[in-house]
Every structure is written in C-alpha cells, then in structure tokens.
C-alpha cells in the first residue's frame, strides 16, 4: 500500500461478513503492520545468532528452570537441546561450591543486574567441568 505522501507501507487487509437487524453487512479493516513486520525480522535475526553462537547459553524462569538452551551449551554438558528444556539449573550444578559462593553471585546479580565468573558444573554424565559464566537478569519479566 503506498500513504498519501507516496510512502510505501506493509498492510494486513481483513474482511468479516455478520448479519445485523436483518440485513447483511460486510467490515473491511485495514492496517498497516510495518513495525510488526520489521520487528519480527529482528527477532528472526537474534533467534539465528542464538541458536547458531559457538557460546552455550540458555534461558530460564525466575525458578531457575531451563526454558531454552542453544545446541552449543547441550553439546558442552551432553544434552540435546529439548533434553535440556525443563531442567533446573541446579541438575547442572558439581556440588563444589558452598553457600557463601552462591550468596555472593546472587548479592552481585541483584545488585548489578548480571554476574560473570567462573563456576564449575556438571554434565550429564557428572564429569565435572569449569565453565566461565554470565548471568544477565532482564528486568520485567519477573512474574
């Protein structure tokens, strides 16, 4: 579709027929979904960069359950990646780590909003492997 000032934009055209007092009546809508369009191109880009980096990485809820996990970080701890999907991060973890350890990388991630260091984890065969971590907080999705 092209605006008045001979712009050109993306539009969705919807139709619906209902009937009312009788008679038959017909809605058009339309509207433009530039935006949308370009913003679901964007995440397609991210959700390529993700799934494709050589970093493992993956996402969770505020239980620390896995929601998604790249094939980078399932190949580094021996999992498919929809094996890794519902898993508590806590099946991740070596057991090297005391308390204290734990209180202050969740005192620094509350305070900053992210944590990065070493940590060592677990496989799922239960080697014990050192891995160097990030973990990034993103405001607004807590529930």
């Not at 579709?1 to 539009?11: A, E, G, I, L, T």
């Not at 509350?110 to 993103?138: C, D, M, R, Y």
Request: net charge negative.
């Amino acid at each position: 579709m092209v605006n008045k000032d001979r712009s050109v934009f993306v539009s969705e055209l919807s139709f619906h027929s209902f009937e009312m007092l009788g008679i038959e009546e017909h809605l058009i809508l339309l509207r433009d979904i530039t935006e949308m369009k370009k913003q679901k191109h964007q995440l397609s880009i991210f959700e390529l960069i993700f799934k494709n980096s050589y970093e493992a990485m993956f996402i969770t809820n505020h239980d620390e359950v896995i929601q998604w996990a790249n094939k980078s970080c399932a190949n580094l701890y021996g999992y498919a990646p929809d094996e890794m999907v519902g898993l508590p991060t806590r099946a991740l973890g070596s057991g090297l780590h005391d308390k204290p350890f734990f209180e202050e990388m969740w005192k620094t991630l509350s305070a900053s909003g992210g944590w990065s260091g070493e940590i060592w984890n677990k496989t799922k065969k239960g080697e014990l492997i050192p891995v160097h971590q990030s973990i990034i907080h993103i405001p607004g999705n807590d529930p």
